[in-house]
Nanobody, 122 residues
Framework: QVQLVESGGGLVQAGDSLRLSCAASGRTFSNYHMAWFRQAPGKEREFVAHITWSGGTTYYGDSVKGRFTISRDNAENTVYLQMNSLKPEDTAVYYC???????????????WGQGTQVTVSS
């Protein structure tokens, strides 16, 4: 069992930056591939980014490529999402997810956090 707790969300203006954190507990964090997804009201959940257990490989959704950066600190059991040049269309609840199997862009990760709201005003 892995527990995931996201933090760092909030209300910002377009063009601002925000860094989300996801703290993991319960199992060996470095065994898990991690990902960020988001879901806006009335829309399907959308893949944002993922990072392999070692941090050696990252992958991004097209809508955030070049603006968002995923990283992890295995010593701190935390994965981060640095979001720059935020746009109103980035407004959503952001979730982190974990699995020992690389699920990549699929939403089939085994463990999920409760989410953190990000609101970008124009």
């Amino acid at each position: 069992q892995v527990q995931l707790v996201e933090s760092g969300g909030g209300l910002v203006q377009a063009g601002d930056s925000l860094r989300l954190s996801c703290a993991a507990s319960g199992r060996t964090f470095s065994n898990y591939h991690m990902a960020w997804f988001r879901q806006a009201p009335g829309k399907e959940r959308e893949f944002v980014a993922h990072i392999t257990w070692s941090g050696g490989t990252t992958y991004y959704g097209d809508s955030v490529k070049g603006r968002f950066t995923i990283s992890r600190d295995n010593a701190e059991n935390t994965v981060y999402l640095q979001m720059n040049s935020l746009k109103p269309e980035d407004t959503a609840v952001y979730y982190c997810a974990a699995d020992t199997i690389l699920r990549a862009v699929t939403g089939t990760y085994r463990y999920w956090g409760q989410g953190t709201q990000v609101t970008v005003s124009s």
